[in-house]
T-cell receptor, first 119, second 115 residues
Framework: GAGVSQSPSNKVTEKGKDVELRCDPISGHTALYWYRQSLGQGLEFLIYFQGNSAPDKSGLPSDRFSAERTGGSVSTLTIQRTQQEDSAVYLC?????????????????FGPGTRLLVL | AQKITQTQPGMFVQEKEAVTLDCTYDTSDQSYGLFWYKQPSSGEMIFLIYQGSYDEQNATEGRYSLNFQKARKSANLVISASQLGDSAMYFCAMRGRGGADGLTFGKGTHLIIQP
């Protein structure tokens, strides 16, 4: 079946512009996650959605970052007034649920990422 | 807070040899999960194997096995009979907190398989 898809694959933007990154999870997956991967910081967790709600937004790096998910499916990560330090690969992942009935962690499956370069 | 430590930034291994990639973790959660992911140069993150904190047996998936030592907070990945296609970055990750947040990743190990 289809995996997690992300668009665009690559995005080059000028400092100060807004960007919108899109994630389409695996069909039927209720949990969705955003991560950022950069050379300096490694892989960082940004935000998690269960259905359309995000219980904890404290992982977002600044108030310029926001995310939403509608219809329990597609999610968008928006970065306003981009800065050069926002340059990174933004990865989206989804899982069937956060936890199984037995309390085991559900596996997260990742998309190919969006490579963002802020000039 | 959770923390994952991978102490091997890079490894060179001869093809067909077994490889052990180290991972230690720190958490105050009683229930948690440990994951290994592979990231080839193409950038995709590929799930390899999962170990639950209450699992009594070590996880195995084909050529991958996880050497789980709970008392030592260690979750090493073992790749048997390495292949050239195993060359990639390998990340150890964990998740706890009742599933309320995302994965915490280590800094990764860059594995290069030599012919």
């Amino acid at each position: 079946g289809a995996g997690v898809s992300q668009s665009p694959s690559n995005k080059v933007t000028e400092k100060g512009k807004d960007v919108e990154l899109r994630c389409d999870p695996i069909s039927g997956h209720t949990a969705l996650y955003w991560y950022r991967q950069s050379l300096g910081q490694g892989l960082e967790f940004l935000i998690y959605f269960q259905g359309n709600s995000a219980p904890d937004k404290s992982g977002l790096p600044s108030d310029r970052f926001s995310a939403e998910r509608t219809g329990g499916s597609v999610s968008t990560l928006t970065i306003q007034r981009t800065q050069q330090e926002d340059s990174a690969v933004y990865l989206c992942a989804s899982s069937l649920k956060p936890l199984t009935i037995a309390g085991r962690q559900e596996t997260q499956y990742f998309g190919p990422g969006t490579r963002l370069l802020v000039l | 807070a959770q923390k994952i430590t991978q102490t091997q930034p890079g490894m060179f291994v001869q093809e067909k040899e077994a490889v052990t990639l180290d991972c230690t973790y720190d958490t105050s959660d009683q229930s948690y999960g440990l994951f290994w992911y592979k990231q080839p140069s193409s950038g995709e993150m590929i799930f390899l194997i999962y170990q639950g904190s209450y699992d009594e047996q070590n996880a195995t998936e084909g050529r991958y096995s996880l050497n789980f030592q709970k008392a030592r907070k260690s979750a090493n990945l073992v790749i048997s009979a390495s292949q050239l296609g195993d060359s990639a970055m390998y990340f150890c990750a964990m998740r706890g907190r009742g599933g309320a947040d995302g994965l915490t990743f280590g800094k990764g190990t860059h594995l290069i398989i030599q012919p």
